[in-house]
Each structure stands twice: as structure tokens, then as C-alpha cells.
């Protein structure tokens, strides 16, 4: 999943500043998209990625070389996008309605990918944050307890709340008897 | 028969099993624990299609990339500003504050120098009277 940033981080490092466009290009979708998923709004998550690599900018020379980037900058992801819930000082929930799902149950049709994001906004913010990082984003229990503060034993826990949780919310639209 | 696992014990083999295959003893408990089944299922459901409908990377705005190379320019021109100004006006600074120092202990020696020599002498004495006790042992 990772290209190999080392040689653009240390060029950057030693000046180069056309080089962090090199890390922009690479690594924007993957931050874009976690923030978009966790505040379900696309100009805060637009703000919120933008400030997550002015901060990497900052503090890359602190970065250790020897833990994968990518996790370090998804940390940073995560902390920015908390830290923009905290000030707005509210929860997201889910804003979309369910609609789209009420309308399958007049006929049969196979759930979708929208769907399947319409389910994951009522979760709340850091069950939703593990279950994308490990489905979507493909990391382990122990990858996503570094980047959301938590022991591995506490993210398997989260994890399994965070299932049933869904799977009540499948439940309750009727797809799970 | 080998004995059942506990319905706890069965939570823990149902979230192994979901990452690779379900252990004979998940199985053997199923059979007999309806809570656990409906449990299972649940589960099962949920990361199936998680699994199913994995989201790609969501394409950010154009604008995004050429924003924050403009943003890292400016602080990129800061911190060279900052190490041109600051750092003389640090580096005159600590200088002031050294000199001062040690003008303050030279000042503070100087006042001490006859109380230095008093206890030179006493010691000296002392040593010698040692000598001489020693000697005449």
C-alpha cells in the first residue's frame, strides 16, 4: 500500500520543498478520505487534510524513520479530525437519511457500498475510525491502536462492540433476521 | 467428550475465528449455545460485508495539493526568516548573559581571597603538625 517515501522525505528534509509534493500526490486520498469518514463533511475534511500535512510539514523532521509514514501520518489524520469534533463540540451522526435503504425492501437488491457508509455514520466517531482502518485501510489491531491511542487488547474490544453495533443497526433496516 | 468452552471463551474464539478459521471447540459450543450462535451470526454478517464493500480512496479536490504547497512554502520562508533573525539575537544574547556570570564570580572570588588564604595557611599547619606527630612516632 506504501510507495516509498524515504527518499522524498529526506530531500524535503535537506530543503527540497518541491519534493513534499511528491508525499502530497501519494498520500492525499488516504488522509482526504479517513477525514471525510470521520466528520462527514467534505470542506471541513478538506481543511482538516490540508492542516494534517502542514503539521507533517512541521514536524517531519521528529518523524522515525524506522515506523512506516503512512501510519504516522494517518495518527495524525485521526488526532486532527478529533480535535476538529472537539471544537465543534458536538457528535457527527449520521445526517443521511435512510431512505436509500427503506428503499430495497419493496424489491430485492443487494446492499451497496453507500449503504454500507450510511451504516458506518451511526457508529460513533472511534468505533467507526477502527472498523475503516481495518477493513478499509487493511491494518492490524496493533497498527490501529498507535494511531488512536489505545492498547491492541482495547481495539479487539472496540472492534467487537463495534460489529455488534452494526449489526444491530442491519437488524433494525431488516437485512439480519 | 472434551469439555465445552465457556460462552466468554467463546466471544475470544469467535474474533480469532473471524480473522482466520473457527476453532472445533467454537464449533462444538454453537451447537449447544443459542445466545452464541445468534452472537456468531452477527458477527459473521457484519464482517462479510465490511468485507464485501471495501471503499476505495475518495479522489480530494484539486484545490487541496496546490493549497498545501503553498502553505508549506510560507512556512518553509518563516522558518528562514526565523533562523536569520533569531539567531543572532540568541546567540548575542546567551553571550551578554555568560559575561555577566562571570564577571559576577570573579567579583564574588575576589572578596573571598583572603578567607581563601587564611584556610590555605590553617591547612598547611595542620599537615605540618601530622608530620611532625607522625616523625615522632
Redesign the interface.
Known sequence: MEKDLSSAIQRVLA?E?EA??EI??TC??????LA?RLLGD?EE??DV??EV??RA??NLSFYNPQKPFFRWLLTITYNTSMDWLRRRSRELKAVKEVSNLARGQSQKHD???VE??ELLEKLEQTDRAI??L???YGLTCSEIGEIVGMEEGAV?VR??RA??R???E??KEG??L | MAALISCQEAIYEMQEALEGSPSPELYQHLCFCESCLTLWRALEATHSLLQKYPQPFITPPPALKAEVMRASKKEMGRRKILRAVAAPILISSAGAFLTFVLYKMAFMFWNLLPAAGIVLRLTLRWLWLCKELVGLL
Open positions: 530543503g520543498i513534499f509534493e502530497v500526490e492525499q486520498g488516504a488522509v482526504y478520505s471525510l467534505c475534511a478538506k487534510a490540508q500535512f502542514i510539514f512541521r446492499f451497496n457500498g454500507v457508509e472498523l475503516i481495518k477493513y478499509w479487539k472492534l467487537y460489529r455488534l452494526l449489526a444491530e442491519l437488524r437485512w439480519l
